[in-house]
């Protein structure tokens, strides 16, 4: 997500904090700033574009102090602009602070702070609540005020504090957003990620959550939440600054893989409600009147997202009981579907920026429809044409095949399919709970999914697929946009020919390509379908095909027939296309890296498609 700096030493810190931020551009970024100590004050540069513009921005006067913080912002709670980019201050301007993460809490407590300090926000952001908090509490002591803060503060942030009383101190603290320590020679460093450090130092020590440190150029302290001292062990790092870049992983697509349990957590993040065993998305601003009388919802989406909208069709089918229409953008925009002011249009994409999806967005805008855009991007163009958006919080998704960002726009669509049931009166209390609690224990389950184990099971099952030229990807339901989805990311990074079929169709013409040793990926993780599912697998087993099965540790039966397995946790049969895709993104990953491909950067293929 963001990128933070913070520097104290006797070292002049603009260039140092402007390398700190360059390291961390790969991350993606929108805005950078950065704050200095002069003559007592602190001073802010920041804005819109890239940290090459902030440097342009910062004249010599800048280049003369020996502390700051630094900070890349990606747009979260306001759009890219120079009021909301990072560091923000106080309204006296004696505390500064950047932040990485999310304030859940921050409507409150900036309703608190105008009307109790007769505060003015100057920005739409979460964190500017932090440094008027701070200073409302500030009582000579950066440190302990900071905690005092904190204490009120609900939600996940790595958080760098500098006061213009203490100008060489920083305050830090962290919760559920990494921040580490590097430790130099008379001086002393901050940063979100290890690249931001390298070039000046490997010795780091690494914040943990609930943990507040005070760094001054001499001296590194860290402290639990009461205040008490906390013993940290100095890690020596040895990755070199590609391998830091990527978490210390070969390839960005396997970081983002390995991510995704984090960004399922975020994107479930205060939009559920166990208590009441329901899905809160007040934040979408359309009337319950309006929702209620939905005739049909349009999902349009390109590649990656279209899979998601194909689960998104079942889901808001099932449990919300209103028809849905799925179509690829690009054929959206030029076939004449029966579009009227009384259906919605979803459309999902994870740049925002995709030309296709934002044809069909104005399409069914002009024709009257209200439009919900699912996106990663604030800012992007389909969130600013959308009349609603609901963001997926995956982070910026740097490799070209999409992961992190999929099953992110899956948890989206269960959250509008459940709370469109809730307000339509579709789902039983007993249902919209069980629904809830699956949500919840999806980040557990992936992490499951992705343990050590599991890759490794998959690693070697890739051996045999790696020397294959095709492959198919079959399933039932809701397993046949996860086959597709499978299938898609296999061409697309080890460019082996697969193909998606509907486990169903394959007598119907697909069966005459199975030979002996043909490597079919077998998706059976829905209860209702198994036992056809398992049938079709026989008809496969006996052309000789070899079949890989994904299924749930409840269908015990499975492996029996097949010549290698797959299992996932049990779960309800609606959600587990949020897990049974992960073995298929490891399958696509694994093979790839086997074949000498280009992981992250697929031959023939961009990130973003501004093209029709
Ligand atoms: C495949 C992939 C693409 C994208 C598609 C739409 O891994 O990433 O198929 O899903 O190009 O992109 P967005 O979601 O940005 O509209």
């Known amino acids: 997500m963001c990128g933070i700096v913070g520097y104290t030493g006797t070292r002049v810190a603009g260039p140092v904090l402007i390398e700190g931020l360059k390291k961390l551009e790969y991350r993606g970024y929108d805005s950078a700033g950065l704050a200095f100590h002069e003559n007592g004050q602190l001073i802010i540069t920041k804005a819109a574009g890239s940290v090459a513009d902030l440097e342009k921005l910062l004249d010599d006067k800048h280049k003369t102090f020996k502390a700051g913080v630094g900070h890349t912002r990606w747009a979260t709670h306001g759009p890219p602009t120079d009021l909301n980019a990072h560091p923000h201050s106080s309204a006296s301007g004696e505390i500064v602070v950047v932040h990485n993460g999310i304030i859940e809490n921050h409507r409150a407590l900036r309703k608190r702070l105008s009307e109790e300090a007769g505060i003015e926000f100057r920005s739409e952001t979460d964190?500017?609540?932090?440094?008027?908090?701070?200073?409302?509490?500030?009582?000579?002591?950066?440190?302990?005020?900071v905690r005092r803060a904190m204490s009120e503060v609900e939600g996940s942030y790595a958080l760098?504090?500098?006061?213009?009383?203490?100008?060489?101190?920083?305050?830090?603290a962290r919760q559920a957003s990494p921040l580490i320590i590097g430790i130099g020679e008379g001086e002393n460093f901050v940063a979100s990620d290890i690249p931001a450090l390298l070039t000046h130092t490997r010795k780091t020590c690494i914040m943990d959550d609930g943990e507040f440190a005070s760094i001054t150029?001499?001296?590194?302290?860290?402290?639990?939440?009461?205040?008490?001292?906390?013993?940290?062990?100095?890690?020596?790092?040895?990755?070199?600054?590609?391998?830091?870049?990527?978490?210390?992983?070969?390839?960005?697509?396997?970081?983002?893989?390995?991510?995704?349990?984090?960004?399922?957590?975020?994107?479930?993040?205060?939009?559920?409600?166990?208590?009441?065993?329901?899905?809160?998305?007040?934040?979408?601003?359309?009337?319950?009147?309006?929702?209620?009388?939905?005739?049909?919802?349009?999902?349009?989406?390109?590649?990656?997202?279209?899979?998601?909208?194909?689960?998104?069709?079942?889901?808001?089918?099932?449990?919300?009981?209103?028809?849905?229409?799925?179509?690829?953008?690009?054929?959206?925009?030029?076939?004449?579907?029966?579009?009227?002011?009384?259906?919605?249009a979803i459309v999902i994409s994870q740049s925002g920026e995709t030309a296709d999806t934002l044809a069909g967005l104005r399409?069914?805008?002009?024709?009257?429809?209200?439009?919900?855009?699912?996106?990663?991007?604030?800012?992007?163009?389909?969130?600013?044409?959308?009349?609603q958006v609901l963001y997926t919080w995956a982070g910026p998704e740097i490799a070209v095949a999409s992961t992190k960002a999929y099953v992110t726009q899956l948890i989206a669509l269960y959250l509008v399919a459940t709370y469109l049931g809730q307000i339509r009166g579709t789902v039983e209390p007993r249902q919209s709970l069980e629904l809830v609690e699956g949500l919840l224990a999806l980040p557990?389950?992936?992490?499951?999914?992705?343990?050590?184990?599991?890759?490794?099971?998959?690693?070697?099952?890739?051996?045999?697929?790696?020397?294959?030229?095709?492959?198919?990807?079959?399933?039932?339901?809701?397993?046949?946009?996860?086959?597709?989805?499978?299938?898609?990311?296999?061409?697309?990074?080890?460019?082996?020919?697969?193909?998606?079929?509907?486990?169903?169709e394959l007598k119907h013409g697909p069966l005459a390509l199975i030979e002996k040793g043909l490597p079919v990926v077998a998706l059976a993780t829905q209860e209702a379908v198994l036992d056809k599912t398992m049938?079709?697998?026989?008809?496969?087993?006996?052309?000789?095909?070899?079949?890989?099965?994904?299924?749930?540790?409840?269908?015990?039966?499975?492996?029996?027939?097949?010549?290698?397995?797959?299992?996932?946790?049990?779960?309800?049969?609606?959600?587990?296309?949020?897990?049974?895709?992960v073995p298929t993104q490891l399958i696509a990953y694994y093979t790839a890296v086997a074949r000498g491909c280009s992981v992250d950067k697929p031959r023939n293929l961009a990130k973003s498609v501004t093209v029709e």
Not at 160 to 172: E, I, N, R, T, Y
Not at 460 to 489: Q, S, T
Request: glycine residues 6%; negative net charge.
């Open 127 to 145: 964190s500017e609540v932090l440094a008027h908090l701070i200073e409302y509490y500030f009582d000579g002591d950066l440190l302990t005020t």
């Open 160 to 172: 760098v504090v500098a006061g213009s009383k203490q100008p060489d101190l920083l305050v830090c």
């Open 217 to 344: 150029p001499e001296k590194v302290e860290l402290f639990d939440k009461e205040g008490l001292p906390v013993e940290k062990e100095i890690f020596e790092i040895t990755w070199d600054q590609e391998a830091a870049e990527k978490g210390g992983y070969d390839h960005f697509m396997l970081k983002e893989i390995m991510e995704q349990p984090d960004a399922v957590r975020e994107t479930l993040r205060q939009r559920v409600d166990l208590e009441a065993g329901k899905v809160d998305l007040t934040e979408l601003e359309f009337s319950a009147q309006e929702l209620s009388k939905t005739e049909r919802i349009f999902i349009i989406a390109c590649g990656t997202a279209y899979h998601a909208g194909l689960i998104g069709k079942m889901a808001i089918e099932s449990i919300a009981g209103i028809p849905v229409e799925v179509d690829v953008a690009s054929e959206f925009r030029y076939r004449d579907p029966l579009l009227n002011p009384n259906q919605l």
């Open 363 to 387: 399409m069914a805008r002009s024709k009257g429809l209200k439009v919900l855009a699912i996106t990663n991007v604030v800012g992007s163009s389909v969130s600013r044409e959308a009349d």
């Open 444 to 504: 557990g389950q992936l992490k499951q999914v992705l343990s050590e184990e599991s890759r490794t099971l998959i690693k070697n099952y890739c051996e045999h697929l790696v020397n294959w030229d095709n492959a198919f990807f079959i399933g039932r339901n809701l397993d046949y946009p996860v086959a597709m989805e499978g299938a898609l990311k296999l061409k697309e990074i080890s460019y082996i020919h697969a193909e998606a079929c509907a486990a169903g």
């Open 535 to 581: 049938s079709n697998v026989q008809v496969v087993n006996a052309r000789g095909g070899a079949v890989f099965a994904i299924t749930r540790e409840d269908f015990d039966d499975v492996s029996r027939q097949v010549e290698a397995v797959f299992y996932l946790p049990a779960i309800i049969d609606i959600l587990t296309p949020v897990l049974s895709v």
